[in-house]
């Protein structure tokens, strides 16, 4: 991390500034550590990704001509995708959400994500990498990876959060 990143960090106290106090949803990325089930529904040509986790959709721009730089920010950023082979290539700018992680790690406005969504040949994983670039937080890309098991029993359910979840 960035020495201002390190600083900020240090000063975030989760007890008063906690980023989901009061049912308010995780931005990109930390949405997407949640552990509710999800699914990608097909709309049009673009991808809505519907996560259980506070009942976020994120909309997956698929062969869009629109600027990204053009678009509102918003904690979800705008996101466009492409296909390189069975992988969904994801690539998101334009997030105002203030935090990379639950525990405080700042982010800024000019964080780019990219993520690969990759099933495996026997279809029970999804598999999931994340690349975080932000040179007012980290000194280099910082990646993540891990897999979700699909589970054909499972549905995307409505979020029921209460204050203090």
């Known amino acids: 991390m960035t020495d201002a990143a390190r600083a900020a960090l240090a000063a975030f106290d ?11 949803p995780k931005g990109m990325p930390s949405i997407m550590e949640q552990p509710y089930p999800m699914e990608f529904i097909q709309q ?11 009942d976020v959709v994120r909309t997956i721009h ?6 990204a730089e053009e ?18 290539v994801v690539t998101t700018t334009r997030v105002d959400y203030p935090y990379f ?14 993520e ?3 099933p495996s040949s026997e279809g029970d994983r999804l598999y999931y990498k994340l690349t975080v670039t932000d040179p007012a937080t980290f000194t ?5 990876e891990k897999y979700w098991l699909w589970r ?3 549905t995307v359910k409505r979020f029921n959060c209460s204050a203090g979840d």
């Open 140 to 144: 280099e890309p910082v990646e993540q």
């Open 101 to 114: 992680n639950q525990s405080g790690i700042p982010q800024s406005e000019a964080v780019e994500i990219v």
């Open 71 to 88: 678009q509102p920010a918003s904690p979800w950023g705008y996101s466009t995708g492409t296909w390189d082979e069975d992988t969904l």
């Open 14 to 24: 989760i007890a008063t500034e906690n980023p989901t106090r009061n049912c308010t």
């Open 152 to 154: 054909p029993e499972e």
């Open 44 to 54: 049009s040509e673009d991808i809505a990704l519907h996560i259980e986790e506070y």
């Open 62 to 67: 698929m062969g869009t001509n629109a600027s």
């Open 116 to 118: 690969q969504f990759t």
